[in-house]
């Protein structure tokens, strides 16, 4: 038998074999799996890397963790040979609060907290031990759920309005989609940038213009590709809203308590708005009260003071709810809070009316540059001259009480005449039409 094919047995032998096998595939009685969990984690969640070793596990064995792509950068490394249950940490990690772990029951544990868009990638469970190397590798999928869009309408002229959507904090790049009232698809229409932050997260601005009459709702989808999930938020465009009062005019007498109508009716909050009363004549202008609201408070629609309180009133995160009203007003102004406001009742009273208050009242209401107003027209009466008024009044009554009472003794007066056979009644008739000629002279002052 030649040398060569001396060689090619001993290499084919069962033992050489397994030996050859042992060095290329290492030991089949033992394995190593990884996996995540959650499959698909949310930015803030908590993440676990776990690493099993399964079958015959060498005596003295090594688990390092690390990500694919940063192998420089070590998870975590633990050996068996220091009597520690514990993973040893081997050098740094992106989080203030480092990752954490254990080895127990042949499972080496990695948790990541808070999870970031830069955690997601390939990582990488590597065991050794008497000279036998394993590996198994599992993958981290992050995915943000961004903030619900801010819909606004920006501008409104011409039967057409501009209407804007924005939202943050998106994982991977999401799909921006406009829907009218019927359901249809019109992002055709919409000028839509996004753009990467600091976080490498998503931000979407995206504008959208559209006639009025086209539709009474609009709809702006933000959709996560990764999630198949998506956040919504509508506006209604047509009837955005508006201001009404039942009576367009009031008399009062001076000392009287008045309350001016205004009542706001809207299909749709808008996130912030601006309500106000002013005086607009006769003489200069004055703005009696402003109130503005914004949704990001808590505030809004919630008062501790009952359903009424002065204006001076001041919301109690001023940073968002603003109230205001002029000195002269102070104490002379209220209007509606709690659930009268709630019912869009923003009606403004005045305590103890004078004359210098009569004159032209309006209320307004701005949002997303629409404005709407109307003109309440207050009209007062003097104390004295409305005390003359009701002595007139009275005397009236007087006199036409006076006058049925004659009338009813000078029929019964006919009706006895008649019976004794006098026909003659005509004093008494000639005697009434003097005293009804005199009344009239007198009401006629």
Known sequence: MSLVSRSIAILLSPPMFYIIGKWFWGDSDFAVTAHVDPEIALLGQVVMLYCQLLGQVPTNVQVHWYKWESQNKTLYFYNSTENSSGLGRSGDWHNSDSPKGQYRNRIAMVKLFPVLVEDRGQYVCAVTGDGVYKEAITKVIVAGFG????????????????LR????????????RWTDSSGQNITALAETRIQNDMKELYEIYST???????????????????????REKNIAISGFFHVEAKHPRITAVTGENVILPCQLVTNYVPPSME?????????????????HYDESSSWVNFYLHGDKCPMSYLSPNEANNKEWLRKDYEKKAEVFKGKEFRRGNISLKLNNIQVEDEGKYVCSATANWLHREIIIEVLVIEQLKGEIAGTRNELAWLLICLLLFIAVIFMWKTSVQGQMGRKEVFPEAEQLQRVIGETRRELGK
């Open 165 to 176: 959507c924005t939202s943050r904090e998106w994982y991977p790049q999401p799909e921006v």
């Open 208 to 230: 959208l213009r559209i006639a009025d009459i086209a539709s009474n709702t609009i709809s702006c989808i933000i959709i996560n590709p990764l999630l198949k999930r998506h």
């Open 275 to 291: 309500l106000q009363w002013r005086k607009v004549g006769p003489g200069k202008e004055k703005t009696i009260y402003i109130y």
């Open 147 to 162: 903030s619900a869009p801010r819909l606004t309408i920006e501008h409104q002229q011409n039967n057409s309005s501009t």
